[in-house]
């Protein structure tokens, strides 16, 4: 059993309104009880985020947003800096979401700098990478995404690397309900376990690694069962009080 500390992640993505996201941080505390043997994260978008450190600050969960600026401060209409994170209360913030580097072309050199910047301001960024259905069929994969890890997390010094997450999300089974297999994800994780070794060695059993692709109450037992992986990055199942922390429970 890895002494690694479980993690679950919500990403709420482009959703809830500031009243919808106090109703449901209200909620969600009443459901989730007293859960103290994993680390729990919800991830909103700024607008709702003043309003989850008003209701979750206090408690045992933690609050992410689901993207930074890499500078501190500027001309840079539009963006939120990590500084501006900390003040709502935020611990974690997810970078180089799928979403993002396909919708908004956000590419390796941006995302290592968002990375950077994360940590330089005491933020655990959870680091997301992936392949799409095009690259796994063409027997890519595995080459791709640790390309992606090495190009994301380049000039991290071992401390560094010791504080960020990775959460693995194969961008076939996003919003698709397919889910990678146990084994399928399980294999992706351990490739990236290795790739952080050749990085950073022994801190590598450190650094906790999480997946992501419709990841339900079902199927999230077996997806932690597996030795690389340390927890789960979730999607459309978190915007549901009731069933995240479903989910949360089935993951202890």
């Known amino acids: 059993m890895s002494k690694r500390r479980r993690l679950i992640a919500g990403n709420w993505k482009m959703n809830k309104t500031t009243s919808e996201a106090r109703d449901y941080a209200m909620a969600f505390l009443e459901k989730v009880g007293d859960v103290t043997d994993l680390d729990m994260v919800i991830c909103a978008p700024f607008t709702a985020l003043a309003v989850l450190k008003e209701e979750l600050e206090e408690s045992i969960v933690h609050i992410g947003a689901q993207n930074m600026y890499h500078e501190a401060k500027g001309a840079f209409t539009g963006e939120i800096s990590a500084e501006m994170l900390k003040d709502l209360a935020c611990t974690y913030v997810i970078l180089g979401h799928s979403e993002r580097r396909e919708y908004l072309k956000e590419d390796d050199e941006l995302i290592a700098k968002k990375v950077k910047a994360a940590l330089e301001a005491g933020l655990t960024p959870i680091l997301c990478v992936g392949e799409n259905l095009t690259l796994r ?116």
């Open 137 to 252: 069929e063409a027997g890519k994969a595995l080459a791709f995404v640790r390309g992606q890890v090495e190009k994301d997390l380049v000039d991290l010094q071992p401390a560094e690397l010791r504080k960020v997450v990775i959460a693995y999300e194969p961008i076939w089974a996003i919003g698709t309900g397919k889910t990678a297999s146990a084994e399928d994800a399980q294999e992706m994780c351990s490739a990236i376990r290795s790739t952080l070794a050749g990085i950073a060695g022994a801190v590598a059993q450190e650094i906790r690694i999480l997946y992501g692709g419709s990841v339900k109450p079902g199927n999230i037992a077996e997806l932690v069962a597996q030795p690389d992986i340390d927890g789960a990055l979730v999607g459309g199942a978190s915007l549901e009080a009731s069933e995240f922390a479903q989910i949360i429970q089935n993951a202890r």
